[in-house]
Each structure stands twice: as C-alpha cells, then as structure tokens.
C-alpha cells in the first residue's frame, strides 16, 4: 500500500473547512495524501492565496498532494462544452503543475440523449469516451500528469459499471490512463466482480473506500455512504483481490454524508482516519 488519502469531500459541510484547515487537520492525524476538491482549491485561490504558498506549504509537512477531484462530465459534450472542457483541464495543469500533484480523476456525463431524445447505445458511449480521453491524455502528457476514470454507480451516469470503464481505459491506451475504483460506486450499480478479478490493478491508481446502507440497486445516492466497516459492502473481497494483485495504489477514504458534516471538522477528520485504517490495516502493512 503506497499511502492512505482524505478526499475533502469527506468534510465538504462541516463547519469552519477550508483547504488549508483540511491540510493542517490530515497532517496531525497521519494521512499521507489529500484529494483536493474542485470547490476547496477554488475558495482557497479566491481567498487570495497563491499555488506557490500552497507548494511551499507541502515542502514543510508529510502530508503530499495525491489527486485532483475532479474533472467532472469529461465526456458526451456539446462543441461549447468542449471548449469549458479544455478551459478547465489548462486550469488543472496549472495547478497541478505548480504544486506536483500527479493524477486527476474524470467523471463522466450524466443523462446523454441524441437529437432526438434518445439514450446513446454503450459502444457510442464508449467510443466518444475513448476519444475524448485521448485527447485529454494528450493535452496533459508533457506535465506528467495521471488521468483516473471513475465510473459513477448512478442509473442516469453514462459510465457507471468498473467493467466498461475498464474497457474504454484499455481502448485508450495511452500510458497516463488508468482508473479510479469506488467501494461504494463499484456495489452500487452492481459491478461484476471477475471485471475487477481479471483486472491489470497496474492502471489502478485511486481507491476510494467508504462502506454502504443496504438498499436495493439503482437506488443508492451519495447521502448513503457510511464509514468503511459499518454497512454492507464487501469491502474483505475487494481487498484480499487487490491484496492478491500488489495493489500499491493510494486509498482515499470519501463519504458524501450529511450527518458527519455535523461533526466537528477535527472529529470528521480523525474519524475518517481510524475508521479506513481499521479496515486496511487487515490487509496491507
């Protein structure tokens, strides 16, 4: 296991969070990494701080940048879309750039029709995402930077199963492409488990673990996220398989819940520590 990770999400409402509270805070606790959140990095900037205090900043502690979370609806996109695309990832590199943060993770579209009205068939899909990925890929090869495709396990989500962003990562083939893996996202449009069993985990390089509510599937939301060890998720399998494969990727830890926004900052922070390292430390050193 290369290092354990706090997506800001996870604290995203809690009273009093801010970029540079959110570092202060995962230092002292003992994370390794952060995401850092499109809505963070963007009140941090607008607050009037610089990239290079930030840089500096992880040059003094153990805590180190990770992953940029996210480039959003990356896929499906209309010709102004496009052009927002390219604004935003120049944005990215910018920062990533700046302060060595190495991987971005990209969403996909939500609710994509034709002209007419109709649901695009998953070679359409697939194939323009295969594309705009290379494109993205290309645009951001010379900053050494990672692209990380998170399938979203949403019914209205264009990519929403690990096995078809496995395939559109693998169409790709570009060598800064890989993946991003959610617990809860990987249960909750029921991803097939010899998708992940048959996987090169060599092009996995976020894990963001997290734990579910049982509800039936189709109907999961983010709001139904619990810390990892408190649901249903077979998150013992998903391990022992990436145990198996040397897994050495980073594991984000990234709950979406209301009622731990309505813990302290400092509580939801060293709760979310604890509760993802009960979890690993079961099967990686």
Partial sequence: MLGIGFNEATAQECEGQSLITDLKLCDDVGFDFIEITYDCMWEYLQAGHTLDELAAW??????????????R???????EGRRELEREIDFIIKIADAIGMRIVVITPSNDVFDEDGNPYSIEEIRDEAVESMRFLADKIK?????????PIGLPNCSINQYGTAYEIVEKVDRANVGLALDTFHFHAMDSHWEDLESAD??????????????????????CHRLWPGEGILDL????????????CGVCSIEVFRPEYYELS???????????????LKKYFS
């Fill in 58 to 71: 992880f040059t003094k502690h153990h805590l180190k940048p990770w992953v940029y979370n996210a480039l």
């Fill in 73 to 79: 609806f990356f896929n499906m996109r209309d010709e």
């Fill in 142 to 150: 010379p900053y050494g930077i990672k692209l990380a495709l998170e």
């Fill in 201 to 222: 985990v060599s092009k996995l390089w976020v894990l963001h673990v997290n734990d579910s509510e049982n509800l039936p599937i189709g109907q999961l939301k983010d």
């Fill in 236 to 247: 013992k399998r998903t391990m022992e398989i990436l145990k198996e494969k040397d897994f």
């Fill in 265 to 279: 900052h400092e509580d939801n922070i060293r709760i979310a520590y604890d509760k993802t390292v009960s979890v």
